[in-house]
Structures are given as structure tokens and as C-alpha cells.
């Protein structure tokens, strides 16, 4: 399993890296989410997990799906 490293959106968490498996994303898509600090709409690209869970990160979905798709 070779985990690939995102800029996460979440501001809950305590550093703006997250690390994925690429193996249990089910699908990518884009979304807008409204920032916290601004309070304007800001487009994210969404990483749907097979378990269910959606990571939101900063990249922009061609740079997702070609780091996704990565040879390891």
C-alpha cells in the first residue's frame, strides 16, 4: 500500500497534509464548500472512500486523479 499526500481542506485537523490509500477511493468528484475564515464558496475536489468516508482536499481534480492513478 503506497499512500498518496493531499492538502486537506478540513480545518478541524492539526496539519493541512493527508496522507490516503488510493486502493479505497471509490470515486473523485469536485464540490464548494464555504471557508471558514472568508465565508465565501471555494471549489474542493472530494475523495469518496469505499468505507463510506469523504476527504476534501485542495488539488484540483485532474491533479487527484493522475496522482491516484501514480505507479508506485
Known sequence: MALKY??????????????????????VFENFIIDEKTKKSVKVTCLFGATGTTWQVKE???TVVERLNERD
Open 6 to 27: 493531499f492538502t486537506n481542506c478540513f480545518g478541524g485537523n492539526a496539519t493541512t497534509k493527508i496522507a490516503i490509500n488510493p486502493d479505497i477511493v471509490a470515486s
Open 60 to 62: 484540483d481534480l485532474k
